[in-house]
Structure formats: C-alpha cells, structure tokens
C-alpha cells in the first residue's frame, strides 16, 4: 500500500511556462490537502478537494493557480505562466475522512519547483 | 502574529541528551499534528493529539488544551533524529492546518 505520492520530485520551469504537479492520495483516501512551503518560511495551506468538488481553496492565490482532483487519476495542481517567486516546494496530504473527524493523515514527499 | 509558535527555532544537542521542543498556539483546534522533516525530504507525520499524550519508541508528545500548548520530548536523543520538527494545528472551524516554522534538531554523535 504505497503512501501519498507525489511526481515530479523535482521540476524546473522557465519563467512565463506552465507547471503541472501530480499527487496520488493513499489507497482509500478521498481528500486531497495541497500546501506550499516556501524557502524559509513554514507550510501555507493552499487548496483542500474531494473527489471532483474543490472544497476549500482559500489559501490559494487568485490568479494563475489551480487544482483538480478528477473522479479518475491523481490529483492535479497547475500553475500557469510560473513567477520566479512560485519556486517553493509544494507538498500533497491526503486522509480519510475530514482531518475534523480524525481522519488519518499523510503527506508525500514533495515536489520542488524551482522557476528559472 | 502566527497562530502556531515553536520553540526553540534552532536546538543542538549531544548524542543522548533529552530534548523538548515546545508549541503554543492561538486558536481553538481540534486536533494537533507534530511532523518531521528531513533536509531536502518529505513530511512525516510523527503524532496526532486530540488530548493528553501519545508515546512512539522514543518520542512523547503532549498537549495541554487548556494552556494552548503541546511538546515534543526525545529521550536519548541519536544524530539519525536530525530533522526538522514542524508542529500543526487544525482549526475546529474549517478545513485548513495552521503550521509553526519549525524546529531544526542537529543532533551531534
């Protein structure tokens, strides 16, 4: 039973390209967290989905930013036109039920963008 | 102002030594997560509290929900526990985690 899995590890843009991060939730697990850490500074909760609903994406930035988690296939964080400040590293968390409800909770590795 | 504050933000200590990290946090919650993070790693989830105290192997980790806080204890602390130690908060109004900045643990052998 793999964890949360997150790909690309790392990824490299050129500033104005499009960025595409995958996360695959746990077996099991329907709710998808993203959150962003960047240099220096702690994790910012970015976007918060279900199977096809984004439930709560008020820690993400109005423009240039979106995500998905379709019926099928992995969850799906896009950010386009890439800003040198969007390099940060961005992970993925997925659970059970609603973390309110004591859901379990794992994170993914990450992925590090880094805007050239 | 953050919601989460962590102490102390930097801690180095001998192979073996006991070692608390502390967490106050700001707003009502209904769980507490503590996390550890290696040097270019991934996140793991070390506990989650609701209440009391939760013991893994060598790690303690306690909350006091009337004081707004939570620790981190390591007993005989090893070089292979250098990470950095990230404690969350989950507010008990909305979907989103709160997190402090972290603690970075070096561990000399």
């Known amino acids: 039973n793999a964890g949360v899995m997150q790909n690309p590890r790392h990824l490299v843009r050129r500033r104005g390209q499009e960025a595409r991060l995958r996360c695959s939730p746990m077996k099991g697990h329907s709710h998808v967290y993203w959150y962003r850490q960047l240099p220096e500074e702690g994790l910012k909760f970015m976007v918060y989905l279900q199977k096809e609903n984004i439930i709560d994406e008020s820690g993400m930035p109005k423009e240039r930013f979106s995500a998905e988690f379709p019926k099928e296939g992995p969850s799906i964080l896009r950010i386009q036109q890439v800003v040198r400040g969007d390099s940060a590293a961005y992970f993925c968390?997925?659970?059970?039920?609603?973390?309110?409800?004591?859901?379990?909770?794992?994170f993914g590795s990450g992925t590090r963008l880094t805007v050239v | 102002k953050n919601e989460v504050e962590q102490s102390p933000q930097n801690l180095t200590a001998q192979e073996g030594e006991f070692i608390t990290i502390n967490c106050s946090y700001s707003v009502g919650i209904s769980a507490l997560h503590w996390l550890q993070q290696h040097p270019g790693g991934g996140i793991v989830s070390l506990f989650m509290l609701s209440s009391g105290k939760k013991k893994h192997g060598r790690l303690i980790a306690t909350i006091n929900i009337q004081e707004k806080h939570s620790s981190l204890h390591i007993t005989a602390s090893h070089p292979r526990d250098s990470a950095v130690y990230i404690c969350a908060v989950k507010r008990d109004t909305g979907n989103q985690f709160y997190f402090g900045t972290g603690t970075s643990l070096t561990v000399i052998p």
């Open positions: 968390a997925s659970s059970t039920t609603q973390i309110s409800r004591g859901g379990g909770y794992t």
